[in-house]
C-alpha cells in the first residue's frame, strides 16, 4: 500500500510538472524561435551540465537546477526581446551557471535594469510549483528546490556588476559596485568558492571600466574633432586640386600634397609621449598621445585612400578624354575608350568613410555621456522593485533552509 501511494504521488507530481512546462511552451513559444539556429547549443549544453551535476549529486538535484537556472535565464531573453536587443544562444556552463550574451549593448542603464530584473523575476517564478508541490505532498525534496532557487535569484541580486543586482543598481549609482566589492572580500575568506573570486575579479574590471569613464569618454571626443577636422582637410584640398587638374605637372602637385602629409607624420612619430602612463597621474600624456596616433591614422588614410586614387583617377581620366577625342576624328586604330577616370567617386568614397566614423564617434560620445543618467522617479522605482525582489527571496530562502533543517536526516540520506 505504501509503494502504491509513493507512485501515486510520483505520478501526481510529474503531472503537475508536465504542466507547468506546458505552460511555459505555450506562453514562451517565440523563445525557442530565438534560439532556433542555436538551440542544438543550448539542448546539449544543458544535458552536459544535468550530466555533470547528477555524478555528484543525483539526477533529481541536478535537473531541478538546470531547470531552475533556464527559466532564470529565459527571463533575460523574454526582457531582451521586449527591448529588441539581439542575443546569443544560453549556453549552461557546468558548475559555473549559464549564460546569454548580448549582441549589442542596450540603450541605456535603465534598458539594462529591466533586463537584470527579468532573469530573478522569472527565478522566482520557477520555485514557486516547488512550494505548492511541499505543501500537498511534504517531501524534503521541494524544500531543497525552494532554498536553492532562492538563493541562487538572492545571489544574483548582490550589487555587483556583472551580476544582475549590479546592473540594476547601475541606475542608482555605480558607486554601489565598490561597496557590493568591499562586502564581497570578507565572504571570500569565510567561504572561498572560486566561482566567488571569478565574480569579485570581473566585479574589480567592471567597476575599473566605470571609474575611467571619463577618460574614454575624452578619447571619443579627440577621435569625434579629428574626424571632423579630416572632413574639413579633404573639402580644402579637393578645391585646391581642382585648380590644377587641367594642368600638366598635376601628378607632381598631388605628390607635393603627399610629401607635406608623410613629413607631418614623420614628425608625429618622432614626437610620441614615451615612457610611463599612470592612470590619472598621466591621463594629460595619455591623451596627447591618442591624439597623435589618431592623426598619424588619418594621414595614412588620407595618402592610401585618398591622394593616391585621386591622382590615378584624374590621370584615367585625361587618358579617357584624350581617346574620346581621337575617336571623334577618325583615328580607327583605336579599339575603345580605357575605363575609370572618375576622381569624383574617390572623394566621395573617403569623406562618406570618414564621415561614418565621425557619426560613430558622435553616437559613442553621446551614449557615454548619458548612458547612466535616470529621472529620480527611474530611480525610486527601481529601488522599490529591487528591494522587493530582494525581500521575497530572503523569505522563500529562510522558508526553504527551515524545511531542510526539519528534514535533515531524510536529505542526508
Given at each position: 500500500?505504501?509503494?502504491?501511494?509513493?507512485?501515486?504521488?510520483?505520478?501526481r507530481?510529474w503531472?503537475?510538472?508536465?504542466?507547468?512546462?506546458?505552460?511555459?511552451?505555450?506562453?514562451?513559444?517565440?523563445?525557442?524561435?530565438?534560439l532556433?539556429?542555436?538551440?542544438?547549443?543550448?539542448?546539449?549544453?544543458?544535458f552536459?551540465?544535468?550530466?555533470?551535476?547528477?555524478?555528484?549529486?543525483?539526477?533529481?538535484?541536478?535537473?531541478?537546477?538546470?531547470?531552475?537556472?533556464?527559466?532564470?535565464?529565459?527571463?533575460?531573453?523574454?526582457?531582451m526581446?521586449?527591448?529588441?536587443?539581439?542575443?546569443?544562444?544560453?549556453?549552461?556552463?557546468?558548475?559555473?551557471g549559464?549564460?546569454?550574451?548580448?549582441?549589442?549593448?542596450?540603450?541605456?542603464?535603465?534598458?539594462?535594469?529591466?533586463?537584470?530584473?527579468?532573469?530573478?523575476?522569472?527565478?522566482?517564478?520557477?520555485?514557486?510549483?516547488?512550494?505548492?508541490?511541499?505543501?500537498?505532498?511534504?517531501?524534503?525534496?521541494?524544500?531543497?528546490?525552494?532554498?536553492?532557487?532562492?538563493?541562487?535569484?538572492?545571489?544574483n541580486?548582490?550589487?555587483?556588476?556583472?551580476?544582475?543586482?549590479?546592473?540594476?543598481?547601475?541606475?542608482?549609482?555605480?558607486?554601489?559596485?565598490?561597496?557590493?566589492?568591499?562586502?564581497?572580500?570578507?565572504?571570500?575568506?569565510?567561504?572561498?568558492?572560486?566561482?566567488?573570486f571569478?565574480?569579485f575579479?570581473?566585479?574589480?574590471?567592471?567597476?575599473w571600466?566605470?571609474?575611467?569613464?571619463?577618460?574614454?569618454?575624452?578619447?571619443?571626443?579627440?577621435?569625434?574633432?579629428?574626424?571632423?577636422?579630416?572632413?574639413?582637410?579633404?573639402?580644402s584640398?579637393v578645391r585646391?586640386?581642382?585648380?590644377?587638374r587641367?594642368?600638366p605637372?598635376?601628378?607632381?602637385?598631388?605628390?607635393?600634397?603627399?610629401?607635406?602629409g608623410r613629413?607631418?607624420?614623420?614628425?608625429?612619430?618622432?614626437?610620441?609621449?614615451?615612457g610611463?602612463?599612470?592612470?590619472?597621474?598621466?591621463?594629460?600624456?595619455?591623451?596627447?598621445?591618442?591624439?597623435?596616433l589618431?592623426?598619424i591614422?588619418?594621414?595614412?588614410k588620407r595618402?592610401?585612400?585618398?591622394?593616391?586614387?585621386?591622382?590615378?583617377?584624374?590621370?584615367?581620366?585625361?587618358?579617357?578624354?584624350?581617346?574620346?577625342?581621337?575617336?571623334?576624328?577618325?583615328?580607327?586604330?583605336?579599339?575603345?575608350?580605357?575605363?575609370?577616370?572618375?576622381?569624383?567617386?574617390?572623394?566621395?568614397?573617403?569623406?562618406?568613410?570618414?564621415?561614418?566614423?565621425?557619426?560613430?564617434?558622435?553616437?559613442?560620445?553621446?551614449?557615454?555621456?548619458?548612458?547612466y543618467?535616470?529621472?529620480?522617479?527611474?530611480?525610486?522605482?527601481?529601488?522599490?522593485?529591487y528591494?522587493?525582489?530582494?525581500?521575497?527571496?530572503?523569505?522563500?530562502?529562510?522558508?526553504?533552509h527551515?524545511?531542510?533543517?526539519?528534514?535533515?536526516?531524510?536529505?542526508?540520506?
Amino acid at each position: 500500500m505504501a509503494e502504491r501511494a509513493e507512485k501515486k504521488n510520483q505520478s501526481r507530481t510529474w503531472t503537475v510538472l508536465a504542466g507547468i512546462g506546458l505552460f511555459i511552451l505555450s506562453k514562451l513559444k517565440w523563445v525557442f524561435g530565438l534560439l532556433k539556429l542555436g538551440k542544438f547549443a543550448t539542448l546539449l549544453s544543458m544535458f552536459v551540465s544535468v550530466g555533470a551535476y547528477a555524478m555528484f549529486f543525483g539526477w533529481k538535484f541536478a535537473v531541478a537546477l538546470v531547470y531552475l537556472l533556464f527559466v532564470h535565464e529565459m527571463g533575460h531573453l523574454v526582457a531582451m526581446k521586449r527591448k529588441g536587443i539581439a542575443t546569443s544562444p544560453a549556453i549552461f556552463i557546468p558548475f559555473m551557471g549559464a549564460v546569454i550574451g548580448m549582441k549589442e549593448m542596450p540603450k541605456n542603464a535603465k534598458d539594462e535594469a529591466f533586463v537584470a530584473y527579468a532573469g530573478p523575476l522569472f527565478g522566482l517564478v520557477s520555485f514557486l510549483p516547488a512550494v505548492y508541490l511541499y505543501e500537498t505532498q511534504g517531501s524534503p525534496f521541494w524544500g531543497l528546490v525552494i532554498f536553492l532557487g532562492a538563493f541562487i535569484n538572492l545571489f544574483n541580486l548582490f550589487p555587483v556588476s556583472p551580476l544582475d543586482g549590479g546592473r540594476i543598481v547601475g541606475v542608482l549609482s555605480t558607486k554601489l559596485w565598490l561597496l557590493g566589492l568591499i562586502c564581497m572580500i570578507p565572504y571570500m575568506f569565510i567561504s572561498p568558492d572560486p566561482i566567488i573570486f571569478i565574480i569579485f575579479l570581473f566585479g574589480i574590471a567592471t567597476w575599473w571600466r566605470r571609474v575611467r569613464e571619463d577618460y574614454v569618454l575624452q578619447e571619443s571626443k579627440q577621435s569625434l574633432e579629428l574626424h571632423q577636422k579630416e572632413e574639413e582637410k579633404i573639402h580644402s584640398l579637393v578645391r585646391e586640386m581642382d585648380e590644377y587638374r587641367d594642368l600638366p605637372n598635376f601628378p607632381y602637385i598631388v605628390d607635393t600634397f603627399i610629401d607635406e602629409g608623410r613629413v607631418e607624420r614623420e614628425r608625429l612619430i618622432r614626437n610620441l609621449p614615451s615612457g610611463s602612463a599612470v592612470p590619472f597621474v598621466h591621463d594629460k600624456k595619455r591623451l596627447k598621445k591618442h591624439a597623435m596616433l589618431t592623426e598619424i591614422n588619418l594621414l595614412e588614410k588620407r595618402e592610401k585612400y585618398f591622394l593616391m586614387l585621386y591622382k590615378h583617377e584624374v590621370m584615367k581620366e585625361r587618358e579617357r578624354l584624350l581617346a574620346e577625342q581621337e575617336l571623334q576624328y577618325g583615328e580607327d586604330h583605336l579599339s575603345g575608350v580605357p575605363e575609370g577616370g572618375h576622381p569624383e567617386k574617390v572623394v566621395e568614397a573617403y569623406l562618406s568613410a570618414v564621415k561614418e566614423e565621425a557619426e560613430t564617434q558622435e553616437k559613442e560620445v553621446d551614449r557615454r555621456k548619458n548612458y547612466y543618467v535616470a529621472s529620480l522617479k527611474t530611480k525610486i522605482v527601481v529601488l522599490i522593485l529591487y528591494l522587493a525582489l530582494a525581500g521575497v527571496l530572503s523569505y522563500f530562502a529562510m522558508y526553504g533552509h527551515t524545511i531542510m533543517e526539519i528534514h535533515r536526516e531524510l536529505l542526508q540520506r
